[in-house]
Structures are given as C-alpha cells and as structure tokens.
C-alpha cells in the first residue's frame, strides 16, 4: 500500500484562528479546548465531486437570471484556482453569493432598510476549466451595516465556497476590493493575522479582463491547501 | 512557487441563499442498504440553539468506499453514492438527514478505522470550518480507530451518536460548540 500523503497545514498567522474576540459572533461560537491533530486517512484526502448538471452553464452570469437588468456597477470577477504549488484546481465547484449594488441580500433575515433589486438574487455557480481559471459577471455589491459594534459597516465583499479535490481543502471565504476604507476597520477580514495573508484576500484591479463600454474586470486568485511532499521531494 | 493558501472566512448570516441549492439531507439515494436517520442539534456556548449553521457530510459507502479516484471511483454505476450530504439546521438550531452506515475504510496501517461521518460545521461567528466526526454506538472497531484513539478518552463520547429511544434506526448526535459536553473538533 502506498503510504497516504496529507495536505500541509497552513503557515503560521496566514488563517485566522476560531476565536477572535473583536468578531463578537465568535467568542460563543468558537471551541474552547484545542483542535485535536490526527493522522492523516482516506477520509481527509478524498472529498466529492459534483455533476456538471449542479451549475447550468448560464449560473456564472449573476445580470443575467432575470427579466432586467440589475442596478448597480457591472463587474467581472475572474481568476484561476490553483494549490499551493501552482498547479490548476481542474473542474471543481466554485459557488459564490453577495449583496446587490444597494447592500442587501435576498434573505428573509437581511433588515437593512436598502432597497432589494427585483433583478438581482445575488446567486453564481460554475466549474473551473482545465487552467484552473473562473469567471463570473456580477455587479458590485454595496456595504452594508451589521451589529458587530457602535457604526459597524462590512467592507464590500463578495463570498466564495470550494471544494478542491479533497475533504480537506473545503475553503470558504470573501473577496474584497481594493482601497476600500472599510478593511481597515472590518474584524472579519483582520481575524487573519498576517498582513501579507490579509491582502491575498483582496481583488486587484485588472485591465485585461475589463471590456470597454461593459465592464471593470477584478481579479481573485484563490489557493487551496496543497499536497504534503513525499519522502523523495523533501 | 509554492504559495500560501487563501485565508478562511465567515460563511455569515446569509449563507443560504448561495449554499441551499445543494441542501441534500438523503444520503442513501441509491443505495438498497439500511437507513439511518441521524438528527440532533447545534448548541453554542450558552447551550442555545443555533438557527444559522449548515453541516456538510463526507462519508465512504456501506461497503467502505469513498466515491473518489483515490479511493474507490466507480464513475460507471448507475446509482452512485454520492456520500456527500448539506444540511442547514432549522429555526431551533436542528437538523435531521437520512444516510446509510458505511463500512470500515483502511486507516494510516492498514487496519481498518471504525465507521464515521465526516462532518464540516459552518456558520456565522465561525472564521472557518469546524471538523469533526460521528461514530456509530456499539461498534466494536470504534476502540482501534486511529482517529479514536488519539482523542482523550473523557472527550471519545461527544463522537459517538446515540441510539434514540423508542425510535429504531434513529441516532442522536449534537454538535456543542462550547461548554461541558463540548464536541471534539479536529485538525486535519
């Protein structure tokens, strides 16, 4: 039997802990004892695949799921998803969700006084290609005020939930845009501790995916856990 | 050049709408072995319910194969089991889903690991997934399980679910973020 290898565990301050006091959600919510380590099993380095049928080819297009147009700055969103050595993450799921352009949600228990947008769900799916690359068309979405503390907005932020090619590289995280003033006082995006590993989390501004007369391009490479070395490689 | 994965971040409160399309709380779809239904809730740390959590579930199948080319693919059965469950907990922090109990899949030696769930836990206040377990009651591999037994034993019992009472083929598992009866949770 082949000897199984892991998925490396992430850098020291590059993930944020569970507990982060300033995100008051997590201090009721975040375990008190430590994580137990446990070897490495099939049951980490498998993980499911989905059906091609799970998004239609239309679901990576977020302006285009309704009779109009939805309000707001139009954007494409693209990127590549690649491990931590570079490679491609080929054909796995890429589900996204966000606010539309006034900073609401199409959820029953967003109570910001922001008008919804009969246009916008604020839903996208797709598949990476074979170059690891994604892309979506969405508008961008607005701040929006939550309760963490006195004048609390959320920088603008869009969610993104993979899988990759195991139970263990499942990342669910936001992407943000740059120069937006609210980081800096945002705890759900200073829970990570590095700066470097902070700033992975934000967009950057991309002239070749922007289309005249249509659509500022944002780019978001994401980077998922990668393979342990074996043996020989170390 | 090797680079630094992308940092965790909250799923939030409005998770659903993104995730639900994929809500699947019957596992057993395609398989002629015997259901399960497994159901409990999700406590925080005052004990109180958690309405806005989603658990996703990784499981082998009732012959210990997970559908995945490094294990067992079987890209040609006409009923797959598909092994992967989403289960958002409801408005008193509940959730309910029906499943078959797989079988052992070989652990890091060789031996077989006693049968279990993985489980994801998401949800607002957590920066990242919490990953955990759920072991069957009365399964003699449970002892030798590798995973198992790294675990103190005072803490083994947060894995094991629980045979309801009067109710046949329903287990009992809660996921207890905090407190006494705190689940245990993994690094992995």
Redesign the interface.
Known sequence: ?KP?L?YR???PG?????L?PP?V?????????P????????????????PTE?ASPKAFDLTRQHKGEPLGERITVSGRV?D???RPIRNTLV???QANAAGR???K??QHDAPLDPNF???G?TFTDEDGRYRFITVRPGAYPWKNHYNAWRPQHI?F?LFGP???T?????MYFPGDPLLEFDP??H??PEEA??R??ISSFDWLSTEPDLSLGFRFD?????REATPLER | MPGHSTPSQTVGPFFSIGLKHMNRADLAEGSTSERLTIRGSVLDGDGQPVPDAVLEIWQADADGRYHHPEHSAVPNDATPFFGFGRIPTDAHGRFSFTTVKPGPVYGPDGKPQAPHLQISVFMRGLLKQLVTRLYFPEEPLNAADPVFQVVPESRRKTLIARQASQKQNTLEWNVCLQGGDETVFFDC
């Open positions: 039997m199984l892991g565990k992430p850098a590059t993930q944020p802990n569970h982060y995100y959600s997590s201090i009721k919510r975040a375990p008190k004892h994580l137990v380590s446990i070897p490495v099993t099939l049951s980490e380095t498998t993980g499911p695949s989905f799970v690649l931590e050595d570079g589900e996204i969700w949600y199409l959820h228990n967003d769900t604020g839903v799916r969610h939930s195991a139970f263990a499942r990342l669910v995280t936001q759900i995006f829970s990570v590993a902070r992975r989390l994401i980077v998922l856990r990668g």
